[in-house]
């Protein structure tokens, strides 16, 4: 509870280290009990900072399931015996080279469970950007960025001159956007115009390894920028959020969305009838992506292109999936969320069953 009270008062490193505390005396933490619970999850995750790990205990709210977290630790044996429990998933999320590392640590571990296991390691690790444009490059009617891993020493290199840009970025196309690897909403994330702005940007950005691919313009035709979160349970898309913005570099929190009622009900309808517009416009390139991903649990941000097109920006499964947003404001939230949660605890009882029969 320190852990997370000092992270969300901006203490990042002072919660990490009550969490490592924390763990040095015990990896098994029970934050969802109830007496009348009907089915037991153990959740297996990586101890790393606040929201990296899938946000579970949000997707069992409303129901009757006890949650169990086992934060896996580098050569650390696992408790013996193991917490009793019907069905296990793994929450931690593979975008970057430390998380990566945990899915490492956890697939070892995974490999003869005694329980069936949701989500497992390997297929998270293909989400990372620069493997899942691969896996889904050749979908119909998917536009999914080709992104570049590069190191801040080639970019240097770059930014003064003495190598080329598509020395390690093939496409070569400007405007291209960067990103730092395991960077989320919106951190350090630019348009480059020249490759004269990385000077400037490597000046302002101390990571040491980025992303970088081509950019793409997704303005609609009012001119509006708009990316829709869409979460798979057990391969199902299902609605989460619509951002409505002026500016391309749009995440849900600073989109004007609290502050227009129009934005609002053009969420709304996206959301109500999502299953007649949006996901019969692009229901091959969804089902592709639940196909190629194979997860039973993610999310993806994505939006539409001007020629039809479905434009996918990132695939994850630690999206932040919660009902916590003002009713007075937003009352179609509810619903769609419910409708998530109702499905997510669904596939758990349905996982713990198939393996009772």
């Not at 997707?59 to 977290?69: P, Q, V």
């Not at 227009?260 to 053009?266: G, K």
């Not at 009713?327 to 769609?336: M, R």
Request: hydrophobic share 40%; net charge negative.
């Amino acid at each position: 509870d320190l852990s997370v009270i000092e992270q969300l008062k901006g203490n990042p490193n002072a919660g990490l280290n009550y969490q490592a505390a924390a763990l040095a005396k015990c990896q098994l933490y029970e934050t969802i009990s109830d007496a009348r619970t009907d089915l037991r999850l153990l959740v297996l995750a990586a101890p790393i900072h606040m929201g990296g790990n899938t946000p579970v205990e949000f997707l069992l709210e409303g129901s009757n399931i006890t949650l169990t977290t086992l934060y896996i630790l580098p050569d650390t044996p696992l408790p013996d015996p193991l917490p009793e429990h019907d069905v296990a998933m793994v929450a931690a999320p593979g975008d970057s080279d430390e998380t990566r590392a945990f899915l490492t640590e956890i697939e070892r571990h995974v490999r003869n469970w005694p329980r069936p296991v949701l989500n497992r390691p390997n297929l998270i690790a293909e989400l990372e950007r620069d493997r899942i444009c691969n896996l889904l490059k050749d979908v119909p009617g998917l536009l999914v960025p080709a992104t570049t891993r590069c190191g801040r020493a080639t970019l240097a290199t770059i930014a003064q001159g003495r190598e080329a840009l598509d020395s390690i970025y093939p496409e070569s196309a400007l405007p291209a956007v960067i990103r730092p690897v395991g960077s989320h909403a919106g951190r350090n994330l630019q348009k480059l115009e020249r490759c004269d702005d990385l000077t400037t940007y490597l000046e302002d950005c101390s990571d040491g390894e980025f992303f970088i691919s081509p950019y793409v313009d997704f303005r609609s035709g009012d001119g509006r920028f708009r990316k829709y979160r869409i979460v798979f349970v057990a391969g199902r898309p299902m609605p989460c959020h619509m951002a409505i913005a002026d500016d391309w570099n749009i995440w849900y929190l600073n989109a004007d969305m609290h502050n227009s009622i129009d934005n609002r009900a053009e969420e709304a309808a996206f959301m109500s009838g999502f299953g007649d517009a949006f996901a019969s416009r692009h229901h091959a390139a969804l089902a592709a992506i639940s196909d190629g991903v194979e997860l039973d649990y993610f999310g993806i941000d994505c939006a539409e292109c001007p020629d039809g097109r479905l434009v996918m920006f990132e695939a994850d499964n630690a999206l932040i999936v919660h009902d916590m947003d003002p009713p007075e404001l937003y009352p179609y939230k509810k619903p769609a969320m419910q409708a998530i949660f109702a499905d997510f605890q669904a596939m758990l009882h349905a996982s713990a069953g198939d393996a009772t029969c």
